[in-house]
C-alpha cells in the first residue's frame, strides 16, 4: 500500500514516515503543499496523509483540488486545529478522517488501517458519480454510462473503471492495480489481462473504443491519446 504524507514538520514527518515504513507501507514524503499536491496528481496512492497548515498550499487547498478531479483517495489530515467548526471544514472539503496533534502513534496505525481497509466503492460519499469526458461511473450500482448508453459491470470492473477514472493519464502498474482492485488475492498477470479485456469490451458498447492503453511490461493507461 503507497502512501503519501505531506507534514511541512520535517522532523515530525520522517519520523511517522519511518514507522509507517516499518508497518509495511510504501512512504512518500513531501514537506510543502504545493509539491504534495502535485505528487498526489501524477501518482497513484492509496492514502494521503495531510497537515492542514502547510506553506504554499494548505492541506485543505490540497484536498478540496484532488477531489474536484474526482478522485476518491482517502484523505486523513493531521491538525492542531480541534474546534467543531474545523472539523467540519475539513469533512466538507473532502477529508475522510480527522486526527488532532499531539496523538498517539497507535491511534494513528489504527485509522490508517481502517482507511485502507474500505474497498473503493466505499471511499467516500457511496452515491458519488465518477466522471471523465462524457463518461460516468456510478460505482454504487455498477454502471457505466455514456450519454443514454448504459453497461452494467461486475464488483471487479466497476473497481478497475474507478481506479482508472480516478488517475487519467498516468501510467498505473500491474502491482498498484492488483492493490487496488485485488487487495486481498492478487491475481496472475493473466488474470488482470482478461478482465481488462472485458472492461475493454463494455466500454467498446458505450462508443468509449481505444481508452485503455497497454504499456508492454508495465502497466495500463486510461484516457484520450493527446
Given at each position: 500500500?503507497?502512501?503519501?504524507?505531506?507534514?511541512?514538520?520535517?522532523?515530525?514527518?520522517?519520523?511517522?514516515?519511518?514507522?509507517?515504513?516499518?508497518?509495511?507501507?510504501?512512504?512518500?514524503?513531501?514537506?510543502?503543499?504545493?509539491?504534495?499536491?502535485?505528487?498526489?496528481?501524477?501518482?497513484?496512492?492509496?492514502?494521503?496523509?495531510?497537515?492542514?497548515?502547510?506553506?504554499?498550499?494548505?492541506g485543505l487547498a490540497v484536498c478540496q483540488e484532488i477531489r474536484s478531479r474526482g478522485q476518491v483517495t482517502p484523505v486523513l489530515f493531521l491538525t492542531a486545529k480541534d474546534t467543531v467548526d474545523d472539523?467540519?471544514?475539513?469533512?466538507?472539503?473532502?477529508?475522510?478522517?480527522?486526527?488532532?496533534?499531539?496523538?498517539?502513534?497507535?491511534?494513528?496505525?489504527?485509522?490508517?488501517?481502517?482507511?485502507?481497509?474500505?474497498?473503493?466503492?466505499?471511499?467516500?460519499?457511496?452515491?458519488?458519480?465518477?466522471?471523465?469526458?462524457?463518461?460516468?461511473?456510478?460505482?454504487?450500482?455498477?454502471i457505466a454510462s455514456v450519454g443514454d448508453r448504459t453497461v452494467e459491470l461486475s464488483e471487479k470492473e466497476s473497481r478497475l473503471l474507478a481506479y482508472f477514472i480516478q488517475y487519467p493519464d498516468q501510467?498505473?502498474?500491474?502491482?498498484?492495480?492488483?492493490?487496488?482492485?485485488?487487495?486481498?488475492?492478487?491475481?496472475?498477470?493473466?488474470?488482470?489481462?482478461?478482465?481488462?479485456?472485458?472492461?475493454?469490451?463494455?466500454?467498446?458498447?458505450?462508443?468509449?473504443?481505444?481508452?485503455?492503453?497497454?504499456?508492454?511490461?508495465?502497466?495500463?493507461?486510461?484516457?484520450?491519446?493527446?
Amino acid at each position: 500500500m503507497r502512501i503519501l504524507l505531506v507534514d511541512d514538520e520535517a522532523e515530525l514527518a520522517d519520523a511517522l514516515g519511518q514507522v509507517l515504513q516499518r508497518e509495511g507501507y510504501q512512504v512518500t514524503l513531501a514537506y510543502d503543499g504545493e509539491r504534495g499536491a502535485q505528487l498526489a496528481q501524477d501518482e497513484a496512492y492509496d492514502l494521503l496523509i495531510l497537515d492542514w497548515m502547510l506553506p504554499g498550499q494548505s492541506g485543505l487547498a490540497v484536498c478540496q483540488e484532488i477531489r474536484s478531479r474526482g478522485q476518491v483517495t482517502p484523505v486523513l489530515f493531521l491538525t492542531a486545529k480541534d474546534t467543531v467548526d474545523d472539523r467540519v471544514d475539513g469533512l466538507d472539503a473532502g477529508a475522510d478522517d480527522y486526527l488532532v496533534k499531539p496523538f498517539e502513534l497507535k491511534e494513528l496505525l489504527a485509522r490508517v488501517r481502517a482507511l485502507l481497509r474500505r474497498p473503493p466503492s466505499l471511499l467516500g460519499d457511496a452515491s458519488d458519480r465518477l466522471t471523465l469526458g462524457e463518461l460516468t461511473l456510478d460505482p454504487a450500482n455498477q454502471i457505466a454510462s455514456v450519454g443514454d448508453r448504459t453497461v452494467e459491470l461486475s464488483e471487479k470492473e466497476s473497481r478497475l473503471l474507478a481506479y482508472f477514472i480516478q488517475y487519467p493519464d498516468q501510467l498505473l502498474s500491474h502491482r498498484a492495480i492488483y492493490q487496488q482492485v485485488w487487495p486481498e488475492d492478487p491475481p496472475t498477470s493473466n488474470a488482470l489481462a482478461a478482465q481488462v479485456r472485458l472492461l475493454r469490451r463494455k466500454l467498446d458498447a458505450l462508443g468509449e473504443s481505444s481508452i485503455i492503453h497497454t504499456v508492454y511490461g508495465k502497466g495500463y493507461r486510461f484516457g484520450r491519446p493527446n
